[in-house]
């Protein structure tokens, strides 16, 4: 008949230092399946050395260990711990329950490690087996030491081990608890199952049916009191090594995290604090900045695609050189594709005033593409609203004291009254309100700028105190010739102000898309300083979430044990701690997009855009959130899983 567990020769030392232990010393010993068998002998006699050996949480030194018939010291440990998962159930002096955790999940632990979903009514069976079977609900801190060591003698069952392991049993138990514990032990022997106890007890010795004494790391007495017909077959391949990730095992393990999470609330908010503002003040920028560009494409018509905008370059904050009326015309007769051009003057914070109301205002004017033809509705007011009207023909050319303002100075100035016909100073000259325009796009971002209109024959030396034109706007005939015309402009402008070849430009010729080009690299350095800031926050939380999953890993280093001997995979324990940063890192990512569009309207009541939140924002702030939690998480995660599962176990 094939033993069950087949020991030759085996020996196992210990080194401390300079100190070494020789713990065990060529032990062999067969045990057949089916047996009841008590390992006896003084503290360190290497009782628990044999056991561990036996149950894959240890490697010997040497010698040979055949386990239902097959060699196992090549294994690799991917393989022992499918043999702890499917093989072995452990059994520890001091439970090892999950805390706070019912009997009814205890038991069905191990079964996440198998990797083939867990099965609610076999631990109800097993409970009931060990006279539980009303206590499933029961929580580990809710039943008595014997009852605890009952649902781990459930939890050593419920995925068929061939052998049950235990170590010192009865160890933590009074009389009463101890004689309970050793008769469901008993009756499981009668039903064929092969059990091995650890004790230095001999009344509990006595209750098995063999017992092996050691003593200094040798077997010095082995006493075979009954002999049983075989139990389950001892003939048993051996798992494989398991190696995907079942979706029972992801729910256990988010679970876990949660519950981890959940249980030191006060401990990860503040640890996903940096996160939670990094995270913040990235996606309100994002969502500002996506804003903007939003109702600027909006906002965009095929008019203003179309346009082309001649501006002087500017220095040391002042332009460098405005345009003539020659250059305009150079425009107008040599560019054939240029339709309109509009040369502009215009002032900002001039003080406009009427009766005793006073404000500062933007003064702006432009003449129509063609003097002799002015359009009643120069271009800038297409798609606006106008009360009253426009210059007349005779006004524009005819330096008239006539102006256009827009709502928001006709509010400034004239609150509800009708400001039509009205009369308004512009430094200290007085003009007629002719017409009150719906405020441009542009002028409603900052709450409505105020704005007043004049005729460009006016405006010159007498109201700007210079006659220089501050820009050009030319409209092409299709956004798509909008290119060719700014290449066109630059050529006549430099020809115009004769540069030389490799002379830079003093103008410069904007299209809509350069303009959307200036406005990203604008928001772009801007960027650059809140991205500082958040990598610092960033930084900062993700090493904060370093340490808390360290103090998470210490603490629950016996939990780590437990889950080992139970059969879980390195790669188990390490997805496990990952998981739970990653979550940490997710809550604070979740609540920083929350900060962050909270910002982004708190920024709308000064900006009035509204921010926007599109879809890639918020996939980049989990996708960051989730990189953080691996990158931060996988060391102290690491750290957990490689831990050794007995001094795991045994740590305080
Ligand atoms: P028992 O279970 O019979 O009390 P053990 O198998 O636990 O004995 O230990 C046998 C000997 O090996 C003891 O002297 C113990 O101090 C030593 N030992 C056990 N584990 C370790 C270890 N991880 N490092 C160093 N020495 C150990």
């Keep these: 008949m094939q033993p069950l567990i087949e020991i030759k020769e085996v020996s196992k030392t210990y080194t401390t230092g300079d100190f070494r232990v020789e713990a065990l010393k060529a032990v062999s010993l067969t045990i057949n399946a089916g047996e009841l068998v008590a390992l006896v002998g003084p503290s360190g006699s290497g009782k628990s050395t044999l056991l561990h050996i036996m149950g894959f949480l240890d490697r010997p030194d040497s010698g040979e260990y055949y386990f239902a018939g097959h060699p196992t010291a090549k294994l690799p440990e991917s393989r022992l711990s499918a043999i702890r998962s499917r093989m072995v159930g452990f059994i520890f002096q001091s439970f090892h329950l999950l805390k706070r955790t019912t009997a009814r999940d205890n038991v069905l632990l191990p079964m996440v490690y198998t990797g083939l979903g867990s099965d609610a009514a076999k631990a109800l069976d097993c409970l009931r087996l060990v006279g539980l079977g009303d206590r499933v609900k029961h929580k580990s801190n809710e039943l008595s030491g014997g009852q605890c060591q009952r649902v781990a003698i459930a939890r050593a069952l419920v995925n068929d081990p061939l052998v049950i392991m235990a170590d010192e049993p009865t160890g933590n138990l009074d009389a009463a608890s101890r004689q309970e514990v050793m008769q469901v032990i008993r009756d499981l022997s009668e039903k064929g199952q092969t059990i091995i106890i650890v004790t230095h007890d001999d009344e509990v010795a006595a209750m098995t049916d063999r017992t092996v004494r050691l003593k200094d790391g040798r077997i010095v007495s082995d006493e075979i009191r009954r002999t049983r017909a075989p139990g389950k077959a001892a003939a048993a391949a051996l798992p494989p090594a398991r190696l995907s990730f079942s979706p029972s095992e992801f729910a256990e393990q988010l679970k876990v995290a949660f519950k981890a999470i959940w249980s030191h609330k006060m401990r990860s908010a503040l640890t996903v604090l940096g996160i939670f503002i990094g995270v913040g003040a990235i996606i309100s920028l994002m969502t500002i900045s996506e804003g903007f560009m939003k109702s600027l494409l909006s906002g965009a018509s095929e008019e203003d695609a179309k346009k082309v905008w001649v501006t002087p370059r500017w220095q040391h904050g002042k332009p460098r050189r405005k345009f003539t009326m020659g250059e305009v015309e150079a425009i107008r007769n040599r560019v054939p594709l240029a339709e309109k051009v509009t040369p502009s003057l215009t002032r900002n914070g001039l003080e406009v005033s009427a009766g005793d109301k006073r404000t500062e205002a933007n003064v702006q004017s432009r003449e129509g593409y063609d003097p002799a033809e002015q359009a009643a509705k120069p271009d800038y007011f297409e798609n606006r609203k106008v009360a009253g009207r426009f210059f007349t023909r005779a006004e524009n050319l005819g ?32 003009f007629t309100v002719v017409g009150v325009a719906d405020n441009h796009k542009a002028e409603d971002i900052f709450g409505g700028q105020p704005s007043a209109y004049i005729p460009l024959s006016t405006a010159g030396k007498r109201v700007f105190g210079a006659s220089k034109l501050d820009y050009v706007e030319v409209a092409a005939p299709t956004p798509d010739d909008a290119q060719e015309v700014r290449r066109q402009i630059i050529g006549v402008l430099r020809d115009a102000r004769g540069l030389r070849e490799d002379a830079e430009e ?50 629950r280093t016996r939990e780590i044990g437990l889950r080992k001997a139970l059969g879980a995979r390195n790669s188990d324990i390490l997805s496990q701690f990952l998981i739970e940063a990653v979550v940490l890192c997710l809550i604070g990512g979740v609540l920083g997009v929350g900060l962050g569009f909270g910002l982004g309207w708190a920024a709308y009541f000064f900006t009035k855009v509204k921010p926007a939140l599109g879809a890639g924002t918020i996939a980049f702030a989990f996708g960051f959130s989730t990189l953080i939690g691996v990158g931060f998480g996988f060391w102290p995660a690491m750290r957990a899983a490689m831990l050794d599962p007995i001094e795991a176990l045994r740590y305080e």
Aim: avoid cysteine; proline fraction near 0%; charged fraction near 20%.
């Design 399 to 430: 330096r008239a004291r006539t102006a256009v303002i827009n709502q928001a100075l006709a509010k400034k100035l004239f609150g509800s009254e009708n400001a039509v016909n009205a009369e308004i100073r512009i430094k200290d000259i007085t």
């Design 506 to 555: 003093d103008f410069e010729v904007k299209t809509f898309e350069t303009q959307i080009e200036m406005f990203k690299s604008t928001m772009g350095k801007l960027s650059m300083v809140v991205y500082g800031i958040a990598g610092i926050s960033l930084l900062v939380g993700g090493i904060g979430i370093m340490n808390i999953m360290l103090v998470s890993v210490t603490e």
